[in-house]
């Protein structure tokens, strides 16, 4: 068996500072990880309807006052997913 040196403090130093640089990648690859998942995307108005708990109906009578909203053409509605993920947001109380 070999003999375990004592702890010094240069290596109680440099192993916390490879566990912070550790926790510090993990935590970026984590948080590139939920940007993907969230990324921006347009949904139709039977996805938003789901997304909002609301109706179809409800959607085409306040889409003016949406702030997430997105018109393309005269008759086609779409809807930004991150937009409504900020606005449920802003609207917790």
Same mark, same amino acid.
């Given at each position: 068996m070999t003999e375990?040196? &004592? &702890?010094?403090?240069?290596?109680d130093a440099l192993r916390a500072e490879l566990k912070a640089i550790i926790k510090e990648v $993990? %935590?970026?690859a984590l948080d590139e990880d939920?940007?993907?998942?969230?990324?921006?995307?347009?949904?139709d108005i039977n996805? !938003? !309807?789901? $997304?909002?708990?609301?109706?179809?109906?409800?959607?085409? %009578?306040?889409?003016r006052k949406l702030p997430f909203t997105r018109k393309l053409g005269n008759k086609?509605?779409?809807?930004?997913?991150?937009?409504?993920?900020?606005?449920?947001?802003? %609207?917790?109380y």
């Open positions: 375990q040196k &004592p &702890p010094t403090i240069l290596g $993990v %935590r970026e939920a940007n993907r998942r969230f990324e921006e995307r347009l949904l996805e !938003a !309807a789901k $997304v909002l708990s609301m109706t179809t109906d409800w959607l085409y %009578r306040s889409h086609s509605l779409r809807f930004s997913y991150k937009g409504m993920l900020k606005w449920i947001e802003s %609207r917790k």
